[in-house]
T-cell receptor, first 116, second 112 residues
């Protein structure tokens, strides 16, 4: 059975801190790993990672995938109160023609609270 | 471009009733997936539709069903509601298999 485990489950930091969120997975026919941010509404897409060792960056957020050790990390530097949210990690498998099989398996998420 | 829309946003039903939720994907997206989100189980995949055909199904009982119309809009139906069906139901649409999924705002279903 496919499995995605995120750690920690929750984290409380002060503004300006740097945080690292972890996601490990066990899935056959792995295609990609995705990170989402969820506030009190729909998850919003952050990153899609398919290749090992290549860092993706967007402002203060960055993420990297290790396909050999089967994990990914999401880093947030200089955290702000607006970063408070649940961060979700999901994996998808290879479907027909090498693309996605269109079924995401999610971890339980990490609840990040950034205090002023 | 308009995002994924879901109706209704909130719903309260009684045990034993049935419910239909609706999802309109981003224009041009033909794949629509449904997910159930609960505090205990997190986000779980229900099913995925493409060109009116169900291509993938998660591990949910037969009370959960869906369909997709020729304009790619999708509906999800839950019959004989149980208290445990209380959840946020999220719909997501996707362009090609190499794109990411975009989620709608969800329908919050409460079963009493």
């Amino acid at each position: 059975e496919d499995k995605v485990v995120q750690s920690p489950l929750s984290l409380v930091v002060h503004e300006g801190d740097t945080v690292t969120l972890n996601c490990s997975y066990e899935v056959t026919n792995f295609r990609s790993l995705l990170w989402y941010k969820q506030e009190k509404k729909a998850p919003t897409f952050l990153f899609m990672l398919t290749s090992s060792g290549i860092e993706k960056k967007s402002g203060r957020l960055s993420s990297i995938l290790d396909k050999k050790e089967l994990f990914s990390i999401l880093n947030i530097t200089a955290t702000q109160t607006g970063d408070s949210a649940v961060y979700l990690c999901a994996v998808e498998k290879i479907g027909r023609s090498g693309g996605s099989n269109y079924k995401l398996t999610f971890g339980k998420g990490t609840l990040l609270t950034v205090n002023p | 471009k308009a995002g994924v829309t879901q109706t209704p946003r909130y719903l309260i039903k009684t045990r034993g009733q049935q419910v239909t939720l609706s999802c309109s994907p981003i224009s041009g997206h033909r794949s629509v997936s449904w997910y159930q989100q609960t505090p205990g189980q997190g986000l779980q995949f229900l099913f995925e539709y493409f060109s009116e055909t169900q291509r993938n199904k998660g591990n949910f009982p037969g009370r959960f069903s869906g369909r997709q119309f020729s304009n790619s809009r999708s509906e999800m139906n839950v019959s004989t509601l149980e208290l445990g069906d209380s959840a946020l139901y999220l719909c997501a649409s996707r362009g090609t298999s190499h794109d990411e999924q975009y989620f709608g705002p969800g329908t919050r279903l409460t079963v009493t």
